[in-house]
């Protein structure tokens, strides 16, 4: 068990820059995910941790060694691979127990035939068969041990490639989406598992994913990556919450925050589409972007802030999502509402909505999140002065 | 359901007509399997009891004689001498280069194609053609082989190798036309021209590795090249393997040209090189004894036939993992 720290970590493949310094600081015994669309970098960065690929700048250190130049087998780390890679021609049992004969054994005693015989092989092997049944009983595919992999289902076959990688008590774990090859139902139930097993080994986890609902269930701080750079590590809440970007506000949700244009004054009083709001940033001419997760919108009682047309439903049993077109609006509108609001809700008809101005997240032109809002004096006063 | 309503006639005509029409069907198919598999190899069997010769108006049936010759004969005990030392040399040692060839072209960066088309070029040159350059080359006097050796002598080489010190004192050997050399010289060429194909077909197999089975052995703690090569690709070229020896092993019993082109007396010095299809050749066609020729034949296609039947043994048992 040890932290992971990344350094000003920079991969550039032949011309094009893939990771664009990446500071993460990994805590001993801490689950933290990668996550990001699809061609980010995560795979990347994972790699470089593992020592399968080399670093074009920036170091790692894993416990309180700098890695850079020790190859992957001697950083002694687990890795579980996207694809799997188990061995086709072992048994479940001789894929488990391949990283302890590979470590634990000399070469002599590994010798097919002539091994068991080299001193010390017998016990050895005892050792490790007992370890292999132990990760089996966690894992519980203890039934599957004698069967090739190519005789599992995929849920099978990603149990296996955990075990080979639990099998040891490495420094840290390495998993590159190791569900993404799973249907849905198994994929909610694996996910469970690993967060347990991760509680109860206490062990450093490194995370890839591109499935937030993943990232926000499992981890203790998820890391948002995009372009090559992590843009916030954060706790799941306070990134779904308080993102620092609009990016990672984007990203992480669903349905996505729903984005506004904005307006403030030379006060820095906010407008959204023509209607002020009794908010404000630093006084300042200029345009901004709020975002409104679906569940800070709701049907307007009275007066309503934006006044659109519903254009679409969708009925999720314990929710309902209206998607509203608003003139002036190029995307539409996500609003979570109650199913009992189902009758206000009708395709075609007009709907008032309305939100909490505090829960409204406020981004500049460039996406970076505006912190510091205040209270708009009001309106009457700001014409007196 | 809709069975249920159908009259009693139709539901028999729709049982019994996928079967005459799967016979219907693949008739063609089987037809020509008789006519150009079954019957030849067939009438090869009983003309193999015969003493039958092209043109002749009678035939006798002479029993397991023509087998008995195979088996108390000298000259066909060389023929199965040559024969099997022929298949037992060339057929390690053309897989085992073509192997290695694979490995090394394929951790090469740059130059790939270029090593491939040259290792690949025996197998595309016509043997009758190489066989020229050979002789020449082999040429007791005025060959490179043998000049080349003779540029040892003298030097601390001679000192390091009996066997050429041997040579610069009674002479180099004439390779071609001593006993003891010749069918090496045949192995040899057999292993020159073959290597490549096979090395064709362990590259075709090594693409097919995935990458990342080779990350995690080394995640899984494989330092060097040969745990690699024994947790990773070894295995994974298993169907491979078996393929590639059991195409080099027939390819083998059926050398022919070499022999052909190389021995113009026919089977190379006192018969060292008598190989089976050679002999099947000689026999059956040159000198018109079909029924030896046929049981030649026999005992080729059992060979044949024995290799056949362990490469489909192994191949839908061990060698498959998915
Ligand atoms: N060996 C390589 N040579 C050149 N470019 C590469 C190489 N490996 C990865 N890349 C590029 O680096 C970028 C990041 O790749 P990476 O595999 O890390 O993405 P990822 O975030 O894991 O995506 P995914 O979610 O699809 O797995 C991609 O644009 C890819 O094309
Ligand atoms: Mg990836």
Same mark, same amino acid.
């Given at each position: ?31 933290? #995910?990668? &996550? ?8 990347? /960065? ?12 920036? #170091? ?84 599957? $041990? ?17 075990? !080979? ?22 994929? &909610? ?57 609009? !990016? ?32 404000? &940033? ?14 800070? /919108? ?22 309902? +999502? ?64 | ?10 539901? !028999? ?117 190489? *066989? ?12 490179? &082989?043998? !000049? ?39 192995? +040899? ?13 362990? /590259? *075709? ?83 018109? /004894? ?9 005992? +080729? ?12 043994? $192994? ?8």
């Amino acid at each position: 068990m040890a932290e992971v720290k990344i350094t000003d970590l920079r991969k550039s493949f032949g011309d094009t820059q893939i990771l664009k310094g990446i500071e993460l600081k990994v805590a001993d015994g801490e689950f933290v #995910s990668l &996550v990001g669309p699809s061609g980010c970098g995560k795979s990347t /960065l994972l790699r470089i941790i593992a020592g399968l690929e080399q670093e074009s700048a920036g #170091s790692i250190s894993i416990g309180t060694e700098p890695v850079s130049g020790i190859r992957a087998a001697d950083r002694n780390l687990s890795m579980v691979f996207q694809s799997y890679a188990l061995y086709p021609h072992l048994t479940v049992a001789e894929n488990i127990a391949v990283p302890l004969r590979m470590r634990q054994m000399t070469r002599w005693q590994r010798l097919p035939l002539a091994g068991g015989l080299m001193p010390g092989a017998k016990r050895r092997e005892q050792e490790i068969a007992a370890a292999v049944a132990q990760a089996a009983e966690t894992l519980e595919i203890g039934a599957l $041990l004698d069967r090739k992999p190519g005789e599992l289902s995929g849920g099978q076959r990603q149990r296996v490639a955990l075990g !080979r990688a639990l099998v040891r008590a490495p420094a840290a774990f390495l998993l590159d989406e190791p569900l993404s090859n799973l249907d849905a139902k198994l994929r &909610v139930h694996t996910r469970t598992e690993i967060a347990e097993l991760h509680r109860e080994l206490g062990a450093t986890f490194i995370y890839v994913t591109h499935d937030q609902v993943e990232a926000m269930t499992m981890s203790d701080r998820i890391a948002v990556m995009m372009g090559g750079e992590i843009l916030q590590c954060a706790p799941p809440q306070k990134v779904y919450a308080d993102p620092d970007d609009l !990016r990672v506000a984007e990203f992480i949700g669903s349905p996505k925050i729903n984005v506004l244009p904005a307006e403030a004054d030379a006060m820095g009083r906010l407008s959204v589409l023509g209607r002020d709001l009794p908010i404000a &940033v630093r006084p300042g001419r200029q345009t901004l972007q709020i975002g409104l997760r679906p569940e800070t /919108l709701h049907l307007a009682r009275g007066d309503a802030k934006i006044v659109g047309r519903v254009v679409h439903l969708e009925h999720l049993g314990s929710e309902l +999502f209206a998607q509203v077109a608003v003139e002036g609006l190029q995307g539409r509108l996500v609003l979570r509402a109650a199913p009992a609001q189902a009758a206000a809700l009708q395709i075609g008809s007009e709907a008032g909505l309305d939100f909490d101005p505090a829960s409204a997240l406020v981004f500049d032109a460039a996406g970076m999140r505006v912190r510091e809002i205040l209270t708009a004096p009001a309106k009457s006063l700001a014409q007196a002065v | 359901m809709v069975a249920v309503d159908m009259p009693p006639q139709t539901r !028999r005509r729709a049982a019994r007509s996928p079967q005459t029409m799967a016979w219907l069907l693949s008739a063609p198919a089987l037809a020509l399997m008789l006519l150009i598999l079954l019957v030849p190899m067939l009438s090869a069997l009983v003309l193999s009891f015969t003493d039958y010769s092209l043109g002749a108006t009678e035939l006798n049936w002479v029993g397991l004689d023509n087998y008995e010759k195979l088996f108390t004969r000298s000259s066909y005990e060389k023929m199965l001498w040559a024969t099997l030392t022929y298949v037992l040399v060339v057929v390690p040692m053309s897989v085992g280069l073509g192997l290695g060839a694979a490995l090394l072209i394929n951790s090469l960066g740059r130059g790939r194609e270029i090593y491939k088309t040259i290792y690949f070029l025996p197998v595309m040159a016509t043997l009758l053609a190489m *066989a020229i350059v050979w002789e020449l080359m082999l040429h007791p006097t005025i060959g490179m &082989v043998n !000049r080349t050796l003779e540029m040892g002598c003298g030097t601390w080489i001679e000192s390091l190798w009996p066997w050429l010190a041997d040579g610069c004192a009674n002479g180099m050997p004439i390779w071609l036309g001593d006993k003891d050399y010749a069918l090496w010289v045949v192995c +040899f060429i057999g292993i020159w021209q073959g290597f490549g194909f096979n090395m064709v077909l362990y /590259l *075709a197999g090594l693409t097919g590795i995935p990458r990342d089975l080779y990350n995690a052995a080394e995640m899984d703690g494989a330092r060097s090249a040969w745990e690699r090569f024994r947790l990773v690709t070894w295995p994974a070229l298993g169907p491979t393997t078996v393929f590639v020896v059991t195409i080099t092993c027939i390819r083998a019993f059926q050398v022919f040209d070499t022999v052909e082109a190389l021995f113009p007396r026919g089977g190379g010095p006192s018969k060292s090189a008598y190989m089976m299809m050679f002999a099947i050749y000689e026999k059956g066609i040159k000198q018109n /004894l079909i029924g030896v020729g046929a049981a030649i034949t026999m005992l +080729f296609l059992l060979f044949v036939m024995i290799i056949t039947v362990i490469q489909r043994r $192994l191949t839908e048992r061990k060698v498959h993992y998915s």
